[in-house]
């Protein structure tokens, strides 16, 4: 599940709220910024999953790395991502996440 945060729309008790209701039925999500436009339109995308998983880097760069995925590698460096590196980079940490929305309002 994806959820989209426009932060620029937002006010901070919204944003820690939304982080709050989302790790309250993703407590195995992680979020994510667009570290390319670090200007007053920032986004972050809320990404949720059931299980905990790790992200396997060595697995996904050999993945990335193959010829059939060149396209890919072109479109995301459009953007400022060259490398698996720089595509995970965007990822934060979840205690500090947890950390903004602890307390928030939780939407029903």
Do not use: H, K
């Not at 989302?22 to 910024?33: A, K, L, Y």
């Not at 990404?47 to 990335?64: C, K, N, S, W, Y």
């Amino acid at each position: 599940m994806t959820q989209w945060v426009p932060l620029y729309e937002s006010t901070p008790a919204v944003v820690r709220s939304e982080l709050a209701t989302f790790f309250s039925v993703f407590p195995n999500g992680t979020v994510w910024r667009n570290d390319i436009s670090m200007g007053a339109d920032t986004d972050i995308v809320l990404v949720g999953r059931l299980a905990d998983m790790a992200v396997d880097v060595d697995a996904l760069e050999a993945r990335i790395l193959q010829p059939e995925y060149a396209p890919v590698m072109e479109s995301l460096a459009e953007v400022g991502y060259r490398s698996v590196f720089d595509m995970l980079g965007p990822m934060r940490a979840q205690q500090r996440s947890r950390a903004v929305a602890g307390g928030a309002e939780i939407f029903v």
